[in-house]
Structures are given as C-alpha cells and as structure tokens.
C-alpha cells in the first residue's frame, strides 16, 4: 500500500507541471528558460540530498553516460514538454508524453533486442492513430493556428520519445546508482545545454517561488517518490499507477483553463492510454512473437 501511495504522489506531482508553466507563461518567461530553472533548482534539491546522504560519487567512467543522460532528460525532454505545453495546452501535451510506453515498445526491439510481439505491435498501431486523432482537431481552425498545433504536436511526440528514452538508457545502466547521484550529474549538464537558445526575462519574487516551486514538486520530490515507491512494488504496477499523470492534467487543464477537446481528440486520448496500459500490463504474461503467432 505505501508502494502505490508513493507512485500515485509521483503522478499528481507530474501532473501538475502544466499548471505551474501556465502560470509562469503568463509572466512572460520562455518555455526553454522555464526548463532551464526548472533543472537548475531541481539540481539544488538533489544535491543537498546527495551531501545529506553521502551519495555524491560516480565512477569516472561512469561520467559520460550520466552526462549523456542530462542531454535526455533536460536538454530534449524537459524542453520539449515544456513547448508542448505551450502550444497546445497541458491536457493534450500529457497524452503526448504517455505515447512513451509504444517508443519503448518499437526501441526495446532495437535497442534491447526484445522480441516484438503481437499486442506491443498492436498498441504501436494504436498509439499511431490515437496521434493522428488528437492532431485533426487544429484542421478546423486557422491556417497558423494549424501550423502552431503541429509543432506543439511534434515538441509533444519527441517528448514521449525522449521519455522513452529515459527507461531504455535506465536498463541499460543507471540502475547502479541511487536517484540523487543520477540527478546531480544530469540535470546541471542537460540545463547549460539550454543556454544558447534561453533570452533571460525579468522576473518577479511571485515568478522565482513558481519556478522553484515547480522544481520541488516536479523534479525532486516527482522522481523521489517514484523511486521510493519502485522499491515497494514492482515495475509493472507501478508504471500502471503513474499513468494517472494525463489524466490529473487534462482534469486540471480543465477546471483552471478550460482545455478540452474535441470528440475525436478524447477519442484519440482513450487509444493512447488504452495503448499505453496493454503494454505495460502485457509485461507481466508469457507472449507469443509475431513470427510464431503468425
């Protein structure tokens, strides 16, 4: 029970990221120097954690993947989430990023070397449409208005993507080190990386409270309970759990800012998070490949 209450803190806390830039959008700050304070402050966080804790040391060999890792995890996924959201409202920006489950599904197979199966395929194909539907609604609008809608839709997709990336490279390699360590290598790298397209605005004592506070829930206190809540229960159910975040967005998005779709824009949101929850919930039953079941 402390496990599930733990990633379901996690997923609101991730929910919320959408509020907190709508907010601080309206001040007039950027989307990327909204990302850059919000890894800088987040990195504040981690490593008062790690000295706390005596977690500070990597390996030196270790130092290039966890600085590759900050390129992932700041400098494209924190980046193009928050433009996404910017562009095409946080409701949709979140069904986005849960089309990470399928990249993970398409990378496992590249990557990983896991085999394809009949239902990863299938939720690939329904990820895909679900896509398709959600992008026909800016179609009725004005001809910028439709530009603005695909490119929030692409920042959306490469922030899935780059989501995905985040579990591929984890497997792979940083299941060696406690979350704060991860953190205080990553996050300051993937935030410098920002700075050559970042034009620093003014900002008020109200604007720092939101970007720092945006840090604490969003970045530390997001990925410590998540891990917190990994070492109580198994991947599988967890990931399940923290599927709960596009959902406590869209209903935010609505009772703060009237985002709402259209029918076939929730349409193609119930595709994507029935996509993402057979994927994840395939994970725990022996499967067929493509090959055998054909």
Known sequence: MAGFLYVLAAAFMWGVIGVFTKFVLAEGVGVLEIAFWRAMFGW??????????GQLRAHRQDLPALLGFGVIC????????????????????????????A???????????????M????????TILGVTCISLGPKLMSAAAIQLNLFGLAAGLISGFTYALYYIFGKKFLYRYPTPTIFVYALP???????PFINFTHKSPAVWLLLIGMALVTSYGAFSFYYAGLKRMDTTHASVVATFEPLVAAILAYALFGERFSLIGYAGS?????????????????????????
């Not at 494209?76 to 990023?97: E, K, S, T």
């Not at 990249?103 to 199966?117: G, R």
């Not at 239902?119 to 329904?126: I, L, P």
């Open 44 to 53: 504040v966080f981690f490593l008062i954690h790690a000295t706390v804790a």
């Open 103 to 117: 990249w993970v599904a398409l990378l496992s197979k590249l990557v990983l070397k896991e085999e394809m199966t």
């Open 189 to 195: 790298f993937g935030a410098l990386l920002l700075l």
């Open 270 to 294: 119930s595709l994507i998070i029935a996509a993402v929850l057979l994927v994840i919930l395939s994970g725990s039953r022996p499967h067929k490949t493509m090959g055998s079941e054909a």
């Open 74 to 101: 700041v400098t494209l996924f924190y980046g193009a989430y928050q433009i996404a959201i910017r562009d095409v409202g946080m409701a949709m920006a979140a069904v986005l990023l849960y089309t990470a489950p």
């Open 119 to 126: 239902t990863k395929a299938a939720c690939v194909a329904m």
